[in-house]
């Protein structure tokens, strides 16, 4: 993409209205811009890293056994007034009139309408384990919406639902979204522990919160250092094998949020206890029949008994992501994106657009970069080069590539890894073998 | 996928309420589901065409140049007022009250949002021209939502804003829109004509509605027959070249809407009239300074003055599509999806699950099928032959594989091409061979 054509609006000063290294970050470098309080469009950086972030969720998914679906956002009040939550979940419930007076909704989670769903369609214990999720947009009516995406009221969530026949069956399909969790957030270059937690307005008696550790994250976390040792991408979720093994080892350990945590538990004092800030990025619950039984989601069982099936439910904060992954990537120029979700693989430069020859080679290695299938944005503006460096630091990109008159002479261009700060100079006819 | 692993609640009877073509199969091959009036749940099938079509809109709207983001689904209501439609609008558009007794909207289109994040960002002549696009979910409060997605109240479209610094340019950012979409459509196996329409609430001079031909289609259209001959994927449409030869040629003929239509008119005489039905699939409007006026949407001109933008809105009924698409493709039996949209290649069918042998033919076929590539349903479920082919029928995959013990013996599966209904024998060896 050639950033002339593009729409990248970098702002060089920081918004006041911007409490936290994400939020900054995101509206500097013109990811996200707020139409209402709590409410963001994404430009067009932002959307391409919240695609990234929503595909690996979904491959996870996908390998976990769950099967996609999409539900809309707005939703009759009817099923919630069934399930009893209509009057339980307050003010953060944005309730709608339609041009008829029905009451409608937009949803802020759903297990109620895959609940309706479920029971319209499946009968049987033959049809079970069944786990239907989907991605779709959310509202919470927050009372002070603040942090840009971490704390919006408009908001992308993965839900994930199991039904199964028993709780038995059940606890293993908590356990494979357990895994597929791990895997996720392991996979955007995020360190992110399950602690057990409270079920709150979801319900149930079996749910983990899955906190990324970031130095500025939203709550204190206490955990034990032995954490450091497991690590999420050895664990091969095959559909159908047993996790129990994974999951008994990553709930061996202490792991607190500071609400649960309890320094003179017996637990917490024979813990090498670490303190840190997280941000919870998931959470998932196992609730049996807390809502198969108001709503009557049945199914017959081998002799012929009607009995409710036994569900959970498993969120991702998709949106919310993109501030954990920048609270825990971004030094004082900006963003480091891992290379799983960053926007370009490659930031091209070129420092002398006056220079026709230096142009050329410019194009050139754009050219050849793209037909190599590297994702590459190309900074062909006008501008000076301080202000291209400092716009690349900006965003983040993992590798930049900075072309000049003065390195064309030499046949180099500088080469700079993101992350690590490290620059070489690459033999311009090199540099694509270099970069894929 | 295997079929007993899947969500697919296939529906043998034809449900009452649904009154046209494309509403019934979608019902009846478990692609949605009603969650109230008008708005629905997208089962796995649904969603994977969905998806399908999304992925072709989303390519040619980037080969055209335009550039994605995407906008929120509630917006203020401030916006509108600026612009003077918020009361224009009237019962269709859904309004809402937050906590703070905010007034807010599900929106039903965004001119004025992005006309808002365009004014925030971009000053300069320098910067256009710019074309941006979403794919988002909208809402309009139809009175009497029908149809099944052909008129529903929650819709998923796409709509892109073109900004010029004049109308000259303007022009060429229309053409571009108008290749893309005779494109887009093409690829999706549809015909689809450009008729003059009327500019409605969007308002502005200029306007195309593209009209796919479907003989169930909800209004009457006259054409010339001359359509026939013009190839829409002739027109290789490279960003900045010359459109207006292809805009020219496809707007030389007659072609006319029922309300546009005048049977007296000179026009409509010197032509060979053909008259059909047909559905509206997608809109162009070029509208000039109609929102940028009032929302003071100014650029610098290089000499220094400032002058409204000149703009334009684009919209395609991306989940409309899908039910244009039945309703030109389907017959008796169910539906005969286009291979470019259709949810999986092949429905693999397992005819005697009772016999071992024939069922490890069946798993070995789908392994290597997939191992190619190949993205095929595999009916492994323990019903009969016949609920099988009528199944697939229904659902209409472009190639059905059959193979029961009859067929092992032979070392041949039945391969049908669900268009066409051809069948033959193909040798359990070849079949990877023959579908890659």
Redesign the interface.
Same mark, same amino acid.
């Given at each position: 993409m050639r950033l002339s054509?593009?729409?990248l609006?970098t702002l060089k000063e920081t918004p006041a209205e911007a409490q936290i290294a994400s939020h900054r970050l995101m509206l500097r470098a013109g990811m996200i811009?707020q139409?209402?309080a709590g /409410?963001? %469009?994404?430009?067009?950086l932002?959307?391409k890293v919240?695609k990234k972030i929503e595909a690996i969720v979904r491959e996870e998914q996908d390998s976990a056994?769950a099967?996609?679906?999409?539900?809309?956002? /707005?939703? %009759?009040a009817d099923l919630w007034v069934e399930s009893g939550r209509y009057d339980d979940y307050g003010?953060e419930m944005?309730r709608?009139e339609?041009?008829h007076e029905?009451q409608?909704l937009?949803g802020p989670t759903n297990e109620e309408?895959i609940t309706?769903?479920f029971r319209?369609?499946?009968k049987s214990y033959k049809d079970l384990p069944?786990n239907?999720y989907h991605i779709q947009?959310k509202?919470r009516?927050e009372?002070r919406p603040r942090f840009g995406v971490m704390r919006g009221?408009?908001f992308l969530m993965k839900d994930a639902y199991s039904f199964d026949l028993d709780a038995e069956s059940a606890v293993k399909s908590y356990n494979a979204m357990f895994v597929a969790y791990l895997r996720t957030f392991a996979r955007m270059g995020l360190r992110a522990i399950p602690m057990r937690a409270d079920t709150g307005p979801i319900g149930g008696d079996l749910s983990h919160e899955f906190i990324v550790l970031a130095e500025t994250g939203e709550s204190e976390v206490f955990f034990d250092a032995g954490f450091d040792e497991f690590d999420p991408m050895a664990v091969e979720a095959a559909v159908g094998s047993d996790l129990q093994p994974v999951v008994d080892q990553w709930t061996s350990l202490y792991a607190a949020t500071d609400e649960m945590h309890d320094p003179d538990s017996t637990e917490a004092k024979a813990t090498k206890l670490v303190q840190g800030r997280g941000i919870e990025v998931g959470h998932i619950f196992f609730f049996g029949d807390k809502y198969s039984k108001p709503m009557k989601a049945e199914v017959q069982t081998s002799d012929g008994q009607s009995v409710p099936v036994q569900m959970g439910s498993y969120g991702i904060g998709v949106s919310r992501l993109m501030g954990a992954i920048i609270e825990a990537s971004h030094d004082e120029n900006g963003i480091i994106w891992p290379e799983a979700v960053a926007p370009f693989k490659v930031g091209l430069m070129n420092l002398t657009t006056k220079d026709e020859g230096c142009t050329a080679a410019c194009e050139k290695l754009y050219a050849k970069l793209g037909a190599a299938g590297v994702d590459v944005l190309y900074d062909d503006r006008n501008v000076g080069a301080g202000q291209k460096f400092a716009n690349m630091d900006l965003i983040g990109l993992p590798w930049q590539v900075a072309l000049g008159s003065r390195g064309l002479k030499n046949g180099v261009v500088e080469l700079k890894n993101r992350a690590t700060g490290e620059r070489e100079e690459v033999a311009i006819g090199e540099v694509v073998a270099k970069l894929t």
């Open positions: 054509r593009y729409f609006p811009r139409g209402a /409410i963001y %469009s994404w430009l067009p932002g959307l919240l056994g099967i996609e679906l999409l539900m809309p956002t /707005i939703q %009759s003010k944005l709608i339609d041009r029905r409608m937009f309408l309706d769903i319209r369609e499946i069944k239907l947009w509202f009516d009372i009221r408009e």
